[in-house]
């Protein structure tokens, strides 16, 4: 009598759990921006000879503030109580933040003509964040060098100050700059966001952001009282570049600040980036077409 034939029982295959619809929401979107920054990479580097230009001529922003600093220092031994290398890292600090914050986000400003245009309406159709649409979709490429040349000249000065190295303090040297960009990042954006409600609102926000970098280049012990209040503290200004300089050179406040005031920049440009996205959630609320 034949055997029937024995039917060892198989493994069935292994089925990979499906990923989360939000996850692939969130790898999409980041597909998307990516690829409108490579098409407004690829169209800067049409124009070859003009997008040189553009790198080289931006790149000198940087040196023009530095030398302008220098200068000052040729009819003086301090500044507000600081000496050159105290002066030279606070403002490198601060203009290595600013010049991140304006590759990043400095084409925010542009919303005005946007909301002017009705060119608004087709970015808030689209299913992508339109913060994120903005800034990718202008996303100057141009502005590369002078915040490689920021880097630079932020690494050099870190070493010709010649500091008192701590882990602390090279935690801070990381963290203060991107702290700064994002404190830049954030009057950029509640700039802008003022268009919302004020087309003609370019001068306005341009009195915050680049000023704002002017203002905080220098110690706030040149200012009088009642500016330190409003664009010092009020406006945070100060943790731009004196506040971090302060710690990393391991001197107290001539003002009084108590010690630890100088470690919160990371803080404090976490509360004004929050503080400016909910100004431009709000904004785009109360967005009312053009029509055009």
């Not at 499906?18 to 597909?31: I, M, T, V």
């Not at 890292?89 to 986000?105: H, P, R, T, Y």
């Not at 000249?153 to 701590?166: G, H, I, R």
């Given at each position: 009598?034949?055997?029937?034939?024995?039917?060892?029982?198989?493994?069935?295959?292994?089925?990979?759990?499906?990923?989360?619809?939000?996850?692939?929401?969130?790898?999409?979107?980041?597909?998307?921006?990516?690829?409108?920054?490579?098409?407004?990479?690829?169209?800067?580097?049409?124009?070859?000879?003009?997008?040189?230009?553009?790198?080289?001529?931006?790149s000198?922003?940087?040196?023009?503030?530095?030398?302008?600093?220098?200068?000052?220092?040729?009819?003086?031994?301090?500044?507000?109580?600081?000496?050159?290398?105290e002066?030279?890292?606070?403002?490198?600090?601060?203009?290595?933040?600013?010049?991140?914050?304006?590759?990043?986000?400095?084409?925010?400003?542009r919303?005005?003509?946007?909301?002017?245009?009705?060119?608004?309406?087709?970015?808030?159709?689209?299913?992508?964040?339109?913060?994120?649409?903005?800034?990718?979709?202008?996303?100057?490429?141009?502005?590369?060098?002078?915040?490689?040349?920021?880097?630079v000249?932020?690494a050099?000065?870190?070493?010709?100050?010649?500091?008192?190295w701590?882990?602390?303090?090279?935690?801070?040297?990381?963290?203060?700059?991107?702290?700064?960009?994002?404190?830049?990042?954030?009057?950029?954006?509640?700039?802008?966001?003022?268009?919302?409600?004020?087309?003609d609102?370019?001068?306005?926000?341009?009195?915050?952001?680049?000023?704002?970098?002017?203002?905080?280049?220098?110690?706030?012990?040149?200012?009088?009282?009642?500016?330190?209040?409003?664009?010092?503290?009020?406006?945070?200004?100060?943790?731009?570049?004196?506040?971090?300089?302060?710690?990393?050179?391991?001197?107290?406040?001539?003002?009084?600040?108590?010690?630890?005031?100088?470690?919160?920049?990371?803080?404090?440009?976490?509360?004004?980036?929050?503080?400016?996205?909910?100004?431009?959630?709000?904004?785009?609320?109360?967005?009312?077409?053009?029509?055009?």
């Amino acid at each position: 009598m034949a055997e029937l034939p024995v039917r060892l029982p198989t493994k069935s295959p292994t089925r990979r759990p499906a990923r989360p619809s939000a996850e692939k929401d969130r790898a999409g979107s980041a597909a998307a921006y990516a690829s409108l920054v490579r098409a407004q990479i690829r169209s800067q580097r049409q124009y070859r000879l003009s997008f040189a230009l553009d790198v080289g001529l931006t790149s000198l922003v940087s040196v023009v503030e530095i030398v302008a600093m220098l200068a000052l220092f040729q009819v003086t031994d301090e500044l507000g109580g600081f000496t050159l290398r105290e002066v030279l890292l606070m403002g490198v600090l601060c203009e290595f933040g600013f010049q991140l914050a304006d590759l990043v986000v400095g084409n925010i400003e542009r919303l005005a003509q946007y909301v002017r245009t009705g060119l608004m309406d087709a970015v808030l159709v689209r299913p992508l964040s339109p913060l994120g649409q903005l800034l990718a979709t202008d996303f100057p490429f141009r502005k590369v060098g002078r915040t490689v040349q920021g880097a630079v000249l932020y690494a050099a000065v870190l070493v010709y100050v010649d500091l008192d190295w701590t882990p602390a303090r090279v935690a801070l040297a990381v963290a203060a700059p991107l702290a700064a960009a994002a404190l830049f990042a954030a009057m950029f954006v509640a700039g802008a966001s003022v268009a919302f409600w004020w087309i003609d609102s370019g001068e306005f926000a341009n009195a915050f952001t680049y000023g704002g970098r002017t203002f905080a280049e220098y110690p706030v012990t040149l200012y009088p009282a009642w500016l330190r209040g409003v664009f010092a503290y009020g406006l945070g200004f100060a943790f731009a570049g004196y506040q971090p300089a302060l710690a990393l050179l391991g001197r107290p406040d001539p003002l009084g600040a108590p010690g630890w005031l100088a470690w919160s920049t990371p803080a404090v440009a976490a509360l004004a980036w929050a503080a400016a996205v909910l100004l431009w959630r709000t904004g785009i609320r109360h967005y009312r077409s053009t029509g055009s």
